[in-house]
């Protein structure tokens, strides 16, 4: 995959698929120690030991549909093509968790891409559950999104609604711009 948002967006569909009903999104940069951090974290289904131990090989996936599972594998490929490291934790009923460390000066790091539209992707396919709370994170500089505040406020106003979903846009925008303009500023 050409950006990391594409990747986030397919590893969050596994949570999805898992049954998770909040799945957490952290993409934490530190430009002291040179990393990108990204963990993708679910409270869904989980996964046996047995599927823990194959999960990173290719030719494991628990889809009927094909005989391959390529998520996982690129990521992991990715992350240690960039000098970087990659794990996964998973208990059966109580979710799963990826963390793909890079370095950030690396020459193949893709791009992050479009985090805010794989965001709204995400809510706009999965309106009713899960819940996403992704924090972005520039040093010490960081901006939370969370769809439980959203739905608190909102009450029975569903976040596919295109008024709602135009304000996720605009926050989320704000959002990445307010850490970014932070942490440019900081650099001069």
Request: zero cysteines; a negative charge.
């Given at each position: 995959m050409f950006e990391l948002s594409l990747h986030i967006l397919d590893l969050?569909?596994?949570?999805?698929?898992?049954?998770?009903?909040?799945?957490?999104?952290?993409?934490?940069?530190?430009?002291?120690?040179?990393?990108?951090?990204i963990t993708i974290k679910d409270d869904g289904k989980g996964m046996d030991e047995a599927l823990l131990a194959r999960v990173t090989s290719?030719?494991?996936t628990t889809r009927t549909t094909r005989k391959v599972g390529l998520g996982i594998p690129m990521f992991k490929q990715c992350a240690e093509m960039c000098d970087g490291t990659f794990t996964i934790e998973s208990k059966l009923g109580e979710g799963t968790c990826l963390t793909a460390t890079f370095r950030r000066s690396h020459l193949d790091l893709p791009p992050l891409g479009d985090l805010i539209d794989t965001m709204r992707s995400l809510i706009?396919?999965?309106p009713d559950k899960p819940d996403f709370r992704l924090l972005y994170q520039i040093d010490e500089k960081e901006f939370c999104f969370d769809t439980r505040e959203i739905r608190q406020a909102l009450g029975p106003v569903?976040?596919?609604e295109p008024a709602v979903m135009e304000w996720i846009h605009e926050a989320l925008k704000e959002g990445f711009d307010e850490v970014e303009s932070t942490h440019n500023e900081q650099s001069e």
């Open positions: 969050v569909q596994n949570s999805i698929t898992a049954g998770a009903t909040l799945v957490v999104i952290e993409v934490i940069y530190d430009t002291d120690r040179d990393t990108l951090t290719p030719f494991a706009l396919g999965s569903p976040l596919n």
